[in-house]
């Protein structure tokens, strides 16, 4: 007798498949702490079985990490796209607001899943909190770049203390339902943190 307790899946070409598998983690890792999800029911979602996930995924901790990864890689592309579109002599100050627009944009697009590792921190795997360090790294070595090439203590200070701040403003916004009213206070605020920590937009 034929089983009838298989889960129903539709059938995709092995491109497709790893697409629908990873958009289903993503809307599933979006308003859940990590340990609230499980890979049954992101097999569920993407009309799959969970056998079949671990064929394009290393389980829930690989899957999760791909999200992650992604989600970094939308952001980091969507900023080179932001500074290419500015003209050639633009101001760094201008340039860095730029860059705040655009990382709002990525904030208020999914709030929730934006948030939720400040919420719960230490709750995603070793991999995913090192993909997100690293992205850091990288974007305080671009505005160090686009600042000035200056290497004081205080200037570094000043880059790291810059992203704390602004992750901090941005889950106050995020806790406020992100009112489009409150953007550019938000966005001067950030400047203005940078700017007084640096003394000068070229120290």
Known sequence: MPRTDRTPRRRLDPESRRAAILAAAAEAFSDRPYGDVTLA???ASAEASVPLVYRYF???EGLYTAVVR???ATLGSAHAAA???LAPGVSARDRVRESITVYLDHVASHPDSWALPMRHPGSEPAEAIEIRLQARRDYVELLAT???PNRSARHDFALWGYFGFLD???LRWVDQG???DDRWALV???LGSLEGALGDWAA
Do not use: F, H, T, Y
Request: glycine content about 4%.
């Open 146 to 148: 686009l600042l000035a």
């Open 83 to 85: 500074q290419e579109r």
């Open 168 to 170: 901090a403003a941005c």
């Open 178 to 180: 992100c009112p489009a």
């Open 70 to 72: 992604e989600a970094v």
């Open 41 to 43: 029911s992101i097999a």
């Open 188 to 190: 001067d605020a950030a």
């Open 58 to 60: 290393d389980g829930k």
